[in-house]
C-alpha cells in the first residue's frame, strides 16, 4: 500500500506555484498500488483529483479529498515493422521526455510536440498540439482504470472522441477514469512538418542543412523557450486559452475592422485565429495585477509571479475574456481545468 500523506502541499505539484493544501495524497507506480488505495475505506466518498504534470490545472482552493499522482512509468515496444513502431508508454511519464526517447529511437511523429509541459496520461485527455501536430495524428489506444468497477478498460481513437484541445475524457468521462497508459503509432521514415508557426525559419537560423527530427524538435525547443516562461522561474500554465474556431462569416467582419487579424483556415466555412493576438489586441499583453498577470512576451500566457492566488487568475480570465468579447465578438476559452 502506498504511503498516504495528509494536510500536503500541492505547491510543487502544480506548475502556477499556487498554494494549496490537499487533504490527502498519495502518490502510485502501478495500477496495483491504485487499486489498493481506491479500495480503501477510507477514501470511498472523498473527492478525487489526478496528478500528472500539474501543467494544465488552476488551484481555486484547498483541495477536500484525495489527491492521487500517477507515476506509472516504462516505454516499450508492441510492435514493429520496416516503415512504423507501436510505443507504449506509462500514463506517469514525462511528455517531454517521452517525446526525446522516440527521437533516440530514430521514431518520427511526436518531434513537433517538443517541451510541452505535462505527462503521458495528460496528452490524450487534452489532445495536446503544436505547429501542425496533434496526438490524435499518432494515437492507437490507451488503457485507463474505470473508477467505479476497478476493470481497465482500453479506448481506441474514436472512443476518445477527440476534439480541438478536446476529449471524452474532459467531458462525458471526467472523473471516471484514470489512464494507466497510452500507445502511439510512429514512423521509421520521416514525414517532416516545417510549415507550421515559425520553424523553418528557426531551422535557418540554426543552420540546419540536413532535415532530422531532432532537428525539429531544437527548434520547436528554442521557439517554445524565447516565447513561454520556465515554470521553474515563473509561475505558468503555459498557453492558458485555446486559439478559438471561428465562423468564416464573423471572421470576415472582424477583419474588415483589424485588416492584420492572423488566421489558419479550418474549411470553408470555419477560421481559427491566434487567441493570443486577440489579448494583445485588448491591451493585456505585459499587464500585471499584483502578484499576477499576463506574460510580457506571450499574451496567451497567464503568471504567478509569486503569492498569487487561483481565484485572483481566474478573475484575470475572465476579464480577459470579456473584454476581447467586447471587443471582437469572439468567444475564447480556457485550455487550463479550474479545481475547486
Avoid at 142 to 156: H, K, P, Q, Y
Avoid at 168 to 197: R, W
Wanted: glycine fraction near 10%; include cysteine; aromatic fraction near 10%.
Amino acid at each position: 500500500m502506498p504511503e498516504i500523506k495528509e494536510t500536503i502541499s500541492l505547491k510543487p505539484y502544480n506548475t502556477f506555484g499556487l498554494e494549496a493544501k490537499a487533504k490527502y495524497f498519495a502518490i502510485f507506480e502501478s495500477v496495483e498500488d491504485l487499486k489498493d488505495i481506491l479500495q480503501d475505506q477510507r477514501f470511498k466518498k472523498e473527492k478525487k483529483l489526478l496528478l500528472g504534470g500539474g501543467s494544465n490545472i488552476l488551484l481555486m482552493n484547498d483541495f477536500d479529498g484525495l489527491v492521487l499522482k500517477n507515476e506509472i512509468k516504462g516505454i516499450e515496444i508492441t510492435s514493429e515493422n520496416s516503415e512504423k513502431a507501436i510505443l507504449k508508454a506509462g500514463g506517469g511519464e514525462n511528455w517531454h521526455s517521452f517525446v526525446l526517447d522516440t527521437i533516440e529511437r530514430n521514431l518520427s511523429g511526436i518531434e513537433n510536440l517538443s517541451l510541452i509541459p505535462g505527462t503521458v496520461g495528460a496528452a490524450p485527455m487534452q489532445n495536446i498540439g503544436a505547429y501542425g501536430v496533434e496526438i490524435k495524428d499518432v494515437f492507437v489506444e490507451l488503457e485507463a482504470l474505470n473508477l467505479e468497477t476497478f476493470e481497465i478498460e482500453r479506448f481506441d481513437k474514436a472512443k476518445c472522441n477527440f476534439g480541438y484541445r478536446e476529449s471524452y475524457f474532459k467531458h462525458e468521462g471526467k472523473g471516471k477514469y484514470v489512464i494507466l497508459n497510452v500507445s502511439f503509432e510512429l514512423s521509421k521514415i520521416p514525414n517532416f512538418n516545417v510549415s507550421y508557426g515559425a520553424i523553418q525559419d528557426t531551422l535557418n537560423e540554426m543552420g540546419v542543412k540536413e532535415l532530422s527530427t531532432k532537428a525539429i524538435s531544437d527548434a520547436v525547443i528554442a521557439i517554445r523557450k524565447s516565447k513561454l516562461p520556465d515554470p521553474a522561474e515563473i509561475g505558468n500554465s503555459g498557453s492558458f486559452f485555446k486559439n478559438p474556431e471561428i465562423e468564416k462569416s464573423l471572421y470576415d467582419e472582424v477583419k474588415q475592422q483589424y485588416p492584420s487579424i492572423p488566421s489558419y483556415p479550418i474549411d470553408e466555412n470555419t477560421v481559427k485565429v491566434p487567441a493570443g493576438w486577440l489579448i494583445e489586441q485588448a491591451g493585456w499583453k505585459g499587464k500585471r495585477i499584483g502578484d499576477i498577470g499576463v506574460h510580457a512576451k506571450q499574451a496567451l500566457v497567464l503568471v504567478n509571479y509569486g503569492g498569487g492566488k487561483g481565484q485572483e487568475i481566474a478573475n484575470l480570465a475572465y476579464d480577459i475574456q470579456a473584454s476581447v468579447l467586447e471587443k471582437f465578438g469572439i468567444t475564447i476559452n480556457p485550455e487550463v481545468n479550474f479545481i475547486s
